[in-house]
């Protein structure tokens, strides 16, 4: 005779029809889904779920929002990519975890970064204690934090599906827009003199025309002026980024952002070299 009360034996059904339809994490049209083919009733969904999560088989990520823990090997546990695109849709992963997914960088992040083009609301935003606006907002499920970058729509761009193992696919920055998030944001990434490391680090390995063509996408001047400075210091060929240096400008930039106006001036790109280390080759 079975010890299991009636309530943990149909969670157990309802979360292997949830594996046999590759719902690791599931929201609640995918459960009402799973007890139909189980012929669960309806109402018995939420006692159900509440069993489940007090009896560590599945882990509230947000409201509406579950992953299945308690019935996967341990090899086999939802992969924290696959957590952060559910958690904010649309997202994809995105600066320093694409960074390093693509084998840019050896560091290794210690948080899972996204970006998306949606408004993100985290539970440390709904905490009326919370009074500093600046820090960061972030999601810590376990042991793991996730943080998101709000971008504007029109550059959501550039972004490919990866199969983390066979059912499990997530969206990831591709290696060119990643690159481009590099010189976008290059304090996430440690400062401009970090940002051109990491280009010229990884010449070899990206398509220099893809890169060329986001950053004519992003539409930012400063930012295709230094891409392209950047790109010829490093001996590119000039006819793979032309295109840069035909966008019109009528003011220098500096290459550092967020270093004082003090250096040599390149009229070729409008570009103020305020770079101590970085010197004219």
């Known amino acids: 005779m079975s010890s299991l009360k009636p309530a943990e034996s149909q969670g157990v059904r ?16 995918d459960v009402a889904a ?8 309806r109402n018995q969904l939420r006692k159900i779920l509440s069993n489940l999560a007090k009896h560590d088989r599945i882990s509230r990520l947000r409201r509406g929002l579950y992953t299945i823990v308690g019935m996967l090997p341990a090899e086999n546990v939802t992969h924290p990519f696959v957590i952060a695109t559910h958690l904010v849709q649309p997202s994809a992963i995105s600066h320093w975890s694409a960074l390093q997914h693509h084998g840019l960088t050896e560091q290794i992040p210690q948080i899972i970064t996204a970006s998306t083009p949606t408004k993100v609301v985290t539970p440390s935003m709904r905490e009326k204690r919370v009074k500093n606006l600046k820090r960061k907002h972030i999601w810590q499920i376990a042991d793991i934090r ?3 970058i709000n971008i504007k729509p029109k550059h959501f761009f550039g972004i490919e599906k990866i199969w983390l193992d066979e059912n499990s696919q997530v969206p990831i920055t591709d290696k060119e827009r990643t690159l481009l998030d590099v010189f ?16 010229e680090n990884s010449l070899s390995t990206i398509d220099i025309q893809k890169l060329v063509d ?54 070729h790109w409008m570009i103020q070299n305020n770079l101590i280390k970085v010197g004219n080759k």
Request: hydrophobic content about 40%; glycine content about 8%; overall charge positive.
């Open 34 to 41: 799973a007890a139909t083919l189980e012929k669960i009733p």
């Open 184 to 199: 976008i944001y290059p304090k996430i990434f440690g400062g401009m003199g970090e940002a051109l490391g990491i280009l």
């Open 146 to 148: 996730y943080e998101y």
């Open 14 to 29: 309802l979360l292997r029809q949830l594996l046999l339809r590759g719902k690791r994490i599931f929201d609640m049209k």
């Open 214 to 267: 986001y950053a004519i996408q992003y539409d930012k001047t400063s930012l295709i002026k230094r891409l392209g400075w950047a790109l010829e210091y490093f001996g590119v060929p000039i006819k793979k980024f032309k295109p840069l240096l035909n966008v019109p400008i009528h003011y220098f930039c500096r290459l550092d952002p967020s270093a004082p106006a003090i250096g040599p001036c390149d009229k």
